[in-house]
């Protein structure tokens, strides 16, 4: 008989329903992000990447940093409600670190294309997050991994093209004119807005787990470039501005450093 073909492959267990990733798929470490075709993309940029799961638009992968820390990339696709399942059973599977890596509007003036925002914190203007505490309870980032984050990005770009500060996570991206709320947010001082962050400060804190996001900036709600209907299919988007590219970029660089930091100063 011949042993290697009859060798059995051991089957997955605790299988998770939606991201189909079970026990030993997801590392300490976790990065997501909103658009599942950047997770191969991400990954390809770190060492020995590898495909774990696709199921249902939702990819994840397994890459290891320069010093060999392993992470985990999940796409969670856009917004609050298919990121609370993605989260869930990302924890489920015994991650400590979330780390979203994903684009934001500006509101704040000074946040234009292709910059940086480190969020200290986020605006909960989103029901999801009500699944895990009151609209009272603030949505933080980790001190920790917010500074580690904000520190290592500050290497990598000019001071005027790195932010910190209140982000406001929204669950709507087309908003009815009459109700929006841009205005009382500018005045607030807000430096973007995004669509899952608050959800995962609020989830992470309340399930003792760490969590911060670093996003780059597609484009500012006040004018400049963001991402509109094209006129036609050859025209080029925002996504395309070299100075976002470069920012995403940067941005991956600046989390892979900041996983590699913490793990080193333990």
Request: charged share 25%.
């Amino acid at each position: 008989m011949d042993t290697e073909s009859s060798q059995v492959i051991p089957l997955k267990t605790r299988i998770q329903p939606h991201l189909r990733v079970g026990e030993g798929d997801v590392e300490k470490h976790v990065i997501i992000t909103g658009n599942p075709d950047r997770v191969p993309v991400i990954a390809s940029r770190m060492k020995d990447p590898e495909e774990v799961s696709r199921y249902r638009g939702l990819v994840t992968y397994r890459a290891y940093t320069p010093k060999g820390i392993p992470v985990t990339i999940s796409g969670t696709g856009m917004g609050v409600a298919s990121t609370h399942i993605c989260i869930e059973e990302l924890a489920k599977l015994d991650c400590k670190v979330i780390i979203r890596l994903g684009s934001c509007g500006g509101i704040d003036p000074t946040v234009k294309t292709g910059d940086v925002v480190v969020p200290t914190a986020a605006v909960r203007d989103e029901r999801a997050s009500l699944n895990y505490a009151p609209m009272e309870y603030p949505a933080v980032a980790s001190p920790e991994w917010y500074l580690a984050l904000y520190e290592s990005i500050s290497t990598l770009l000019p001071p005027d093209r790195v932010h910190s500060g209140i982000n406001w996570t929204t669950d709507i991206y087309y908003v009815n004119p009459a109700l929006n709320q841009l205005d009382l947010w500018t005045r607030a001082k807000v430096k973007c807005v995004e669509m899952e962050a608050s959800l995962l400060f609020t989830f992470a804190q309340t399930r003792g787990l760490d969590a911060a996001a670093i996003l780059s900036c597609d484009g500012n709600l006040h004018g400049g470039a963001q991402k509109t209907e094209q006129a036609e299919e050859g025209e080029e988007t925002g996504e395309q501005d070299p100075l976002l590219v470069e920012a995403i970029a940067k941005s991956l660089d600046a989390l892979v450093m900041a996983i590699d930091k913490m793990e080193e100063s333990k």
